[in-house]
């Protein structure tokens, strides 16, 4: 597999029951965004016990979230990194209609956890706006649109916007002046206003 392959985990109710924790999650976006780490190192960086991110760590092991990087580590420091680019759920209604109750409810959360992320995100790029170059304050994007679409015109949308995403994920990679560029994507039929 080449450097440029993206690596997708499809998530399962068994993998969604795996992955569904607050910290869990902050782990692996932690390793995903600035690449292997120790438990201790995850520890500093989130502000949690050496403990706590071991134990996680080897929870998202066990679900395949995570892995050994075979280049780095000792025999008493264990590096790990993300053995996936990106997770994704295929069958949001088999989730959230599913006949376990924990799984419903490992989705809502992580539903959840997935949006305050994004959100968290967002706000430190707004406090740091200043603090970019102009380039990139004006490449940056914060707006919304509503549109009238039928279920499935939404979703030929969706699948569009994620064709164009994956046109350009590796396009720039290691040119000069290339950049982590995050791109949110949330999409969701809006309830119409009120009666009068």
Do not use: C
Not at 29 to 35: D, K
Not at 135 to 158: I, Y
């Amino acid at each position: 597999m080449s450097r440029h392959d993206h690596r997708v985990q499809r998530l399962d109710p068994q993998s969604l029951l795996g992955i569904a924790h607050p910290l869990r999650m902050r782990l692996l976006s932690s390793l995903r965004e600035h690449g292997p780490a120790t438990a201790s190192q995850l520890a500093g960086r989130l502000g949690e016990s050496s403990g706590a991110t071991s134990y996680h760590l080897r929870q998202l092991a066990a679900f395949g979230f995570v892995e050994d990087d075979p280049d780095r580590g000792t025999g008493r420091e264990r590096w790990w990194r993300s053995a996936y680019d990106s997770t994704l759920v295929d069958d949001t209604s088999g989730m959230l209609d599913h006949a376990d109750p924990r799984v419903r409810g490992a989705f809502h959360l992580y539903q959840q956890e997935v949006a305050a992320y994004h959100a968290l995100e967002q706000a430190n790029f707004l406090g740091s706006f200043l603090e970019w170059p102009a380039a990139w304050r004006e490449a940056s994007e914060l707006s919304d649109f509503t549109l009238h679409l039928t279920a499935r015109q939404a979703r030929e949308l969706v699948e569009r916007l994620h064709s164009v995403i994956a046109e350009y994920r590796d396009a720039a990679q290691g040119k000069d002046g290339s950049q982590p560029f995050r791109v949110h994507l949330h999409a969701f039929p809006h309830p119409p206003a009120p009666p009068e």
